[in-house]
């Protein structure tokens, strides 16, 4: 800006912009608009958002607050795990973003929370921040306009093999992040194949996730937050948790 102050720039030159991607009725990229509904310290923010018209294209950009920092990945990298105290910590931070996303009107589901979209913020008092609204909905049930190729099957729900990303779905990824930070691994270490669909990648980590119980034997964590992992990592959504309300009471019960 006028203060040489940066920001973060994402142009979207729309010749080039599948349909699914554009909303018909707005003629607005799908993404710009979603994004422009959130306002949250634990996520990136929408600052402002128009369009221009170049020589090959028009085309909508948004703006969003410059983040500096450490991405979680790389911390867990470098450390090899979290204690108890950070990694809760990090993980409320998570919590508090999704519950803020799943109260707006529409409800909004992130659908991509992995270690690699989390940053540990050197400008918001070592605030986690969701870093990366490409993937930003409401709940899909079927089918999703986003595109599935770059998510990381291995930090989701099975039901998202069959395109159901929803409230829980968003919660089972954000306890998958919580059990890496304390493991040092996911919670299913499985080699993805590099070829092929989510949908087919999907199909051999189901296979593998129903043979391969979660290890949770060299955990040094209380109690209370081994039960959290242990009904967050639930396969079945149905004995999983169904809010951020129902974890936040199980992490502050005594």
Known sequence: ??????????????????????????NTVKEIQYSKLVSHKNIVNCLESGS???EVSSCQYYITNYFQGSILADIINREQSLNEYDATRIFRGILD???????????????????????ISDTNNKEPELIDLGHLSERSFGSVWFDTTDIDPLYHANE???????????IFSACCVLY??????AP????????????????????????????????????KLLHVL??????????????????LEDLESS
């Not at 800006?1 to 707005?26: A, E, G, R």
């Not at 890496?180 to 691994?185: H, I, P, Q, S, Y």
Request: aromatic share 10%; hydrophobic share 35%.
């Open 1 to 26: 800006d006028l203060n040489k102050s940066p920001y973060f720039l994402k142009v979207f030159i729309l010749k080039n912009i599948p349909l699914q991607l554009m909303d018909q009725d707005t």
């Open 52 to 54: 221009f018209e170049k």
């Open 97 to 119: 973003a999704l519950k803020y996303l799943h109260s707006l009107n529409p409800i909004l589901c992130h659908n991509d929370i992995d270690v690699s979209n989390i940053i």
């Open 160 to 170: 998202t093999r069959v395109s159901i990303f929803d409230e829980q779905s968003d």
């Open 180 to 185: 890496t930070m304390l493991a040092g691994k």
């Open 188 to 223: 299913w270490d499985f080699k993805l194949p590099i070829q092929g669909t989510y949908k087919e990648k999907f199909g051999e980590l189901d296979q593998f996730r129903k043979s391969h119980k979660v290890d949770y034997s060299n955990l040094a964590i209380s109690s």
């Open 230 to 247: 242990r009904k967050g990592l639930e396969l079945k959504n149905t004995e999983r948790y169904k809010s951020v309300d129902e974890i």
